[in-house]
T-cell receptor
């Protein structure tokens, strides 16, 4: 099976712009979670989608949003970019139920740099 | 609320020596615990997980971890380090409940260096 794929791998934007990141989960997986990884804050949970519905959300401002399509592919959007949004954004997919014991399989991430 | 503390942001061992990476958790309900490894410029790869079955969990690449409820710990060990083990390791916790769907709470990570 193909793993989790994320596009693009690298992105450079300027403050005030918006950005959309894409994630394709492992075939058959219905749960997709997003995380932000920075040197200062570590790995932080953004949100989780299951069958096109957001089931859980972390403590991030409303500028961070996401969606999931009927084929389980997911996108996240960050509007009005700030310098502090520079980070590695990781997507993970898990099983058919997305339960707490399911293994999350991570993609390689999208490295976002905000100038 | 749940949290994870990894003791030691950097651990250095010699090749062939024991690897011990420490993880303590805090959770108001029975936890599920995970260890992931991250190599440079890559995503995270699962090493092993504890989901309330056996307390001693064996994972990939010779790693294992023991869940100790009395100590709220889930330390990761490997008897003999290889150069290829050099990476960053993350301990994570999840638990049952609607507010935990798809959410792993991670520790700050431990960078493992292996010397020849």
């Amino acid at each position: 099976k193909a793993g989790v794929t994320q596009t693009p791998r690298y992105l450079i934007k300027t403050r005030g712009q918006q950005v959309t990141l894409s994630c394709s989960p492992i075939s058959g997986h219905r749960s997709v979670s997003w995380y932000q990884q920075t040197p200062g804050q570590g790995l932080q949970f953004l949100f989780e989608y299951f069958s096109e519905t957001q089931r859980n959300k972390g403590n991030f401002p409303g500028r961070f949003s996401g969606r999931q399509f009927s084929n389980s592919r997911s996108e996240m959007n960050v509007s009005t970019l700030e310098l502090g949004d520079s980070a590695l954004y990781l997507c993970a997919s898990s099983g058919t139920s997305g339960g707490p014991t399911d293994t999350q399989y991570f993609g390689p991430g999208t490295r976002l740099t905000v100038l | 609320a749940q949290s994870v503390t990894q003791l030691g942001s950097h651990v250095s061992v010699s090749e062939g020596a024991l690897v011990l990476l420490r993880c303590n958790y805090s959770s108001s309900v029975p936890p599920y615990l995970f260890w992931y490894v991250q190599y440079p410029n890559q995503g995270l790869q699962l090493l092993l997980k504890y989901t309330s079955a056996a307390t001693l969990v064996k994972g990939i690449n010779g790693f294992e971890a023991e869940f100790k409820k009395s100590e709220t710990s889930f330390h990761l060990t490997k008897p003999s380090a290889h150069m290829s083990d050099a990476a960053e390791y993350f301990c994570a916790v999840s638990n049952a409940g609607g507010t935990s769907y798809g959410k792993l709470t991670f520790g700050q990570g431990t960078i493992l260096t292996v010397h020849p």
